[in-house]
């Protein structure tokens, strides 16, 4: 059984720039959350796709977005970068909602 | 929202002493999960626990729904314990806590 990977590894991008990070779920799992984490923080929940759709939201704003393919792998994109978006971008999947989430080694995300 | 606090937010103990991390939640939970993250920032599960009580070799943990919170415990504790220590909460919309940052000296 494969669990969930992510890439890519490490990623720098200037600000204003746009980025697109990727997740593929663990097999027979068809809900992703998606988290970013800042240097010495707790991970903060962005979003959440349930069967390709958007089914919970975080305080982040519309510049995150995200896409759930049929395969249940997952997007994030993230428009317009600031500085304050460096961070460890982590996906988790898990069998449906509220259940056991499983998460990915993460991207690191530099912004200068 | 859900408040979710850890206690203590730092740890630092010799190999083998046990130790028990808090975790208090402000609203009524369908799930609870406990978590290590590794320096390299892999999360690492520990528990899926709702309710009641696990136990998985060192280590074990109860969760109190109708108090509103969780315990994490570890026994005879080994320098890889290191690390940070989160719980995580909700459904739709899942609220991680501070963390408890865990030292284990050899």
């Known amino acids: 059984e494969t669990g969930v990977t992510q890439s890519p590894t490490h990623l720098i991008k200037t600000r204003g720039q746009q980025v697109t990070l990727r997740c593929s779920s663990q097999s027979g799992h068809n809900t992703v959350s998606w988290y970013q984490q800042a240097l010495g923080q707790g991970p903060q929940f962005i979003f959440q796709y349930y069967r390709e759709e958007e089914n919970g939201r975080g305080n982040f704003p519309p510049r995150f977005s995200g896409l759930q393919f049929p395969n249940y792998s997952s997007e994030l994109n993230v428009n317009a970068l600031e500085l304050d978006d460096s961070a460890l971008y982590l996906c988790?999947?898990?069998?449906?909602?509220?259940?056991?989430?499983?998460f990915g080694p993460g991207t690191r995300l530099t912004v200068t | 929202g859900i408040q979710v606090e850890q206690s203590p937010p730092d740890l630092i103990l010799q190999e083998g002493a046990n130790s028990t991390l808090r975790c208090n939640f402000s609203d009524s939970v369908n799930n609870l999960q406990w978590f290590h993250q590794n320096p390299w920032g892999q999360l690492i599960n520990l528990f899926y626990i709702p309710s009641g009580t696990k136990q998985n070799g060192r280590l074990s943990a109860t969760t109190v729904a109708t108090e509103r919170y969780s315990l994490l415990y570890i026994s005879s504790s080994q320098t890889t314990d290191s690390g940070v220590y989160f719980c995580a909460v909700g459904d739709d919309k899942i609220i991680f806590g501070k963390g408890t940052r865990l030292h284990i000296l050899p």
């Open positions: 988790a999947s898990s069998i449906g909602q509220g259940d056991e989430q499983y």
